[in-house]
């Protein structure tokens, strides 16, 4: 190359370097402050940004690479030099997407369970026929124990009868973990199998390790649906579930994304309302299906069990047999969800999967197959069902077909597969015109004829209380009819009602005034009177009070008078105290106010009152979700001090919590202080008591309370023209009360009175 032609391309390229720029620039984008800093260069009066740095600015653009800003990217761009800014105008669908999650939070700290014990006792004795006694009375109790360490726990149940036909049996013995956060359950011991919704369960000794979802109530564990928007301008949005607001919240312009809407099962609609800055209002109804047999997606689950088959339940205590074990899996995929699962014995094995899947926002559909081979025989079963709603009316229908033999593990107990079983319903919600049902089950069994039944329903409900309702059924394969037509209505916090029935060979007709208990406690009862072969009458009685219930009835019939009495309740062992309740379903919560005869809330609503020692146990909690506790602060004693009157609780299943209310106790007094001149200390007057800090604050009438002071001290009020001191000497302690001294008279700095 020649020197000139040489010289002349060195001049070039520092020319084209001359007028390239390096900036860094604030980007706002549409008028608002990104608070994005980027290198932006300057080249010809063109602008290169980074496209990591338009994305952090709110840009829908690929992270890689850089462009430069002109007509043909749809970015208007200006440089504002004096203020270091980088102006940028585009159209709203330019912008990268808002997405607002609206699932609910989950609730995951579980409160810890101390150590101990819960006892449930059912006891019933019975007559039926008072005149004769003897052979015709029976007796029974129900038992059942747990005992629990933090979330683990071994539970024990039995029942025994007396009578002519005395029995007794051990129903179900294990021990079982908990683990919230996987959340997963291990049992060691009687259980149940876990199968998919074409399977069928057995009960088994031996072991069992599975998700349980229960352990996450707040979870929502099924596909949510989703809601894409665009607002031009900053605007709010509300989205309504039937009568219910569900979110409120602002988006940016751009396209917006409401994920996880918190619709009910079933079919329904939202509506999403977009408000602007300017006031402006568009308003979308959509339909939404979600259905809770399906699983979000990257949600998985599983069973596995191992054992031995149980038979005679309830008739025997340790009737264990065939050796096996099953598995189930299922899977959330977008849209869709998975499962498989397996069962093995000596002589079965039986595997099959399923998929599900909703249709549009309109229902769902599933279907599932499987094969079998027991005992050297083969079979196959195919099922399929579907459940839609469009509008008021909802349909669905469930059908499972087997060839060969076909076999389970619910097979080698007796319980043979159906050939053919299938089930279809209707419904429709006529709004004032009432509800309409219609359902048609079948099957059919080998070597065994068709059995069909046919059953319809009707219901109406008037705004006063009044609800009207009929009722019937078709069995075509034994000929056989049944309807029944029942009124209800309110009547002074009672309910009256009446029925007629009538069908295959029968002829009834009854009517009854039901008092219902209170569930907080209380006393209720029903009477009833009624014919059908006979005239008959029957009067029943319940009491629920804070230490269990009680259920009596009293019938007259057919010249016979029959007795029965129910007795339920619990006990409770925690923090080495012995504790009658009521039947301890659920969970259970010791509540320690220190303060007796308190009243004890749950949920804003009074459920006790605390004893002598200020203690209260409460039954029916919430396994896993938040329960708030407390008591009303006016019950603490006057020298408590209250830094908190209620606490929420999140316990295991089937255990204790303890929940701590009892107050600091005040160690003060109010010492009333006045000046020389007669009057009280300004109302909220600085006090600096000796050896006390922070300073204190003089009260109505001159009133200040004073706390941990046990010797003699100066105390020093700050008033507007200066600073006057008086002695104080604390009063003996007055139990019960806060004891008080004065007047004490407060003298002006400088001088020596005390």
């Not at 599932?368 to 709603?389: I, L």
Request: proline share 6%; with cysteine; aromatic share 6%.
């Amino acid at each position: 190359m020649r020197p000139g032609a040489l010289l002349m391309l060195l001049l070039l390229f520092h020319a084209q370097a001359a007028c390239a720029q390096d900036l860094l620039l604030e980007i706002w984008l549409n008028g608002r402050n990104t608070h994005v800093v980027a290198r932006v260069v300057e080249r010809n009066g063109r602008l290169d940004v980074a496209n990591a740095d338009l994305a952090d600015a709110g840009l829908a653009v690929a992270r890689e690479g850089r462009q430069l800003l002109d007509a043909r990217t749809q970015i208007a761009a200006r440089k504002d030099a004096i203020n270091q800014r980088l102006l940028l105008t585009v159209a709203p669908s330019r912008l990268s997407r808002t997405t607002i999650d609206l699932r609910p939070s989950i609730v995951e700290d579980v409160t810890p369970a101390g150590r101990g014990a819960l006892l449930r006792y059912d006891l019933s004795a019975s007559a039926n026929d008072v005149a004769h006694l003897q052979g015709a009375s029976t007796a029974g109790a129900a038992l059942g124990l747990t005992l629990f360490d933090g979330n683990a726990r071994v539970t024990a149940t039995g029942f025994a009868t007396a009578g002519r036909a005395a029995h007794s049996a051990r129903l179900d013995t294990a021990l079982e973990f908990d683990t919230p956060s996987a959340p997963r359950r291990l049992i060691f011991g009687d259980a149940i199998t876990g199968v998919p919704q074409w399977g069928r369960s057995v009960r088994f000794g031996g072991i069992e390790i599975a998700t349980d979802f229960s352990q996450q109530p707040d979870r929502v564990t099924f596909p949510l649906p989703q809601f894409f928007g665009l607002a031009a301008v900053p605007s709010t949005v509300d989205v309504f579930v039937g009568a219910s607001r569900v979110f409120d919240g602002p988006v940016n312009e751009g396209p917006f994304a409401l994920n996880n809407l918190p619709v009910m099962t079933g079919g329904g609609g939202a509506t999403v309302v977009v408000r602007d800055v300017l006031g402006r209002q568009t308003s979308q109804t959509i339909s939404l299906y979600t259905d809770p047999r399906l699983l979000a997606e990257g949600l998985t689950s599983y069973s596995l069990d191992a054992g031995f088959l149980r038979r005679g339940y309830g008739l025997s205590s340790a009737d264990y047999a065939t050796p096996f074990a099953s598995a189930t899996w299922r899977g959330g995929f977008h849209d869709l969800t998975a499962e498989l699962h397996g069962e093995f014995a000596q002589s079965l094995a039986l595997a099959g999967g399923g998929i599900a899947s909703t249709v549009g926002n309109f229902g769902l559909v599933s279907a599932a197959v499987a094969a079998s081979r027991s005992h050297g025989r083969k079979g196959a079963m195919a099922s399929a069902n579907f459940a839609a709603r469009a509008g008021a009316f909802s349909v669905f229908g469930d059908i499972a077909a087997t060839a060969g033999r076909f076999a389970d593990l619910a097979s080698l107990s007796g319980d043979v597969f159906p050939g053919l079983r299938y089930e279809t319903g209707i419904s429709a919600a006529l709004g004032r015109d009432g509800a309409l049902s219609l359902g048609w089950i079948g099957e059919r069994m080998r070597g065994s004829p068709p059995d069909d039944l046919v059953t319809a329903s009707y219901s109406l409900s008037f705004g006063d209380g009044l609800f009207f309702g009929l009722t019937g059924f078709r069995n075509f394969t034994g000929r056989s009819w049944a309807g029944q037509m029942f009124v209800s209505m309110p009547l002074d916090g009672a309910i009256v009602s009446t029925s007629a029935s009538a069908g295959t060979g029968n002829r009834s007709a009854q009517a009854a005034y039901d008092k219902p208990v209170n569930p907080d406690g209380g006393f209720g009862y029903r009477i009833l009177t009624g014919t059908n072969s006979s005239q008959r009458a029957e009067a029943d009685a319940r009491w629920i009070a804070d230490k269990g219930e009680l259920d009596g009835a009293v019938a007259r019939g057919d010249g016979r008078t029959a007795l029965r009495l129910d007795a339920s309740g619990g006990l409770a062992l925690m923090d080495n105290h012995l504790y009658a309740t009521r039947a301890p379903d659920g969970a259970v919560a010791l509540v320690q106010t220190g303060a007796p005869d308190a009243r004890v809330y749950r949920e804003n609503r009074m459920v006790a009152r605390t004893d002598a020692n200020g203690d209260a146990l409460l039954t029916g909690l919430n396994p896993y979700a938040a329960n708030r506790i407390g008591i009303d602060p006016r019950d603490y004693p006057i020298d408590a001090d209250v830094a908190v009157s209620s606490r929420i609780v999140v316990p295991p299943r089937g255990a204790g919590v303890v929940v701590n209310l009892a107050p600091a106790v005040r160690h003060g007094f109010i010492a009333v202080i006045r000046l020389s001149d007669g009057s009280f200390p300004p109302i909220g007057a600085p006090v600096d008591v000796e050896g006390l800090s922070p300073s204190l604050l003089v009260g109505r009438s001159g009133e200040v309370f004073i706390g941990d002071l046990a010797h003699p001290a100066d105390a020093a009020v700050e008033l507007r023209d200066g600073i006057c001191h008086a002695h104080v000497v604390p009063p003996p302690p007055a139990p019960g009360r806060i004891p008080r001294t004065g007047p004490l008279v407060c003298h002006a700095e400088g001088s020596h009175a005390r």
